[in-house]
């Protein structure tokens, strides 16, 4: 389900193009969405694949999103969590739990980090429903972050603690 990104994964980035209602959900106005090209996708994709923690969401052998460790800082064991689902056809099918739950394990067990964080959207409730699922908590908010269609919106910042995470996969806890 996670791999990391090739060259083929351009087009069919490309055909799914930029949905108003993710870019919308990723703090885009409805009117300022840009039009996907494919230099940008190559650049996109050149990306994916030179960062160590970054891999594309597969289903049923077609890519369909993207998630990241980002910022990873070792001194102090954490990293800032990113998902991104584009095809729209694929959201609320439970694929975004699954591939988080993916990468917390690599996260808690393989990089031993202790903690890993996010930012989202308050109004963004899909995402916060599948981080909360997989154990991330509300640990703030910052008030009128996002200008998104004229209106001001909260960011929520959410994390997780290694001994919080419990893998649904193997069903034990993470190491602390």
């Excluded at 993710?22 to 994916?48: C, F, H």
Aim: aromatic share 8%; proline share 5%.
């Amino acid at each position: 389900m996670l791999r990391p990104a090739t060259e083929a994964d351009i087009d069919a980035r490309l055909a799914f193009g930029n949905d108003a209602d993710i870019a919308e959900m990723y703090g885009k106005n409805r009117s300022d969405i840009p039009q996907l090209t494919r230099e940008g996708v190559q650049d996109w994709v050149d990306w994916l694949m030179s960062h160590p923690h970054a891999w594309i969401i597969e289903k049923n052998g077609s890519p369909i999103g993207e998630i990241r460790l980002d910022n990873l800082n070792k001194a102090d064991r954490r990293t800032l969590l990113a998902l991104g689902i584009f095809d729209p056809s694929r959201l609320g099918q439970g694929i975004g739990p699954v591939a988080i739950a993916m990468v917390l394990a690599h996260a808690f067990r393989t990089l031993n980090l202790h903690r890993v964080s996010l930012r989202v959207l308050a109004y963004n409730s899909r995402a916060i429903r599948a981080y909360e699922k997989c154990g991330f908590r509300v640990e703030g908010r910052e008030r009128e972050t996002a200008f998104v269609n004229d209106i001001w919106h909260d960011d929520l910042m959410m994390g997780i603690l290694c001994h919080e995470f419990v893998d649904p996969f193997s069903l034990k806890s993470g190491p602390d």
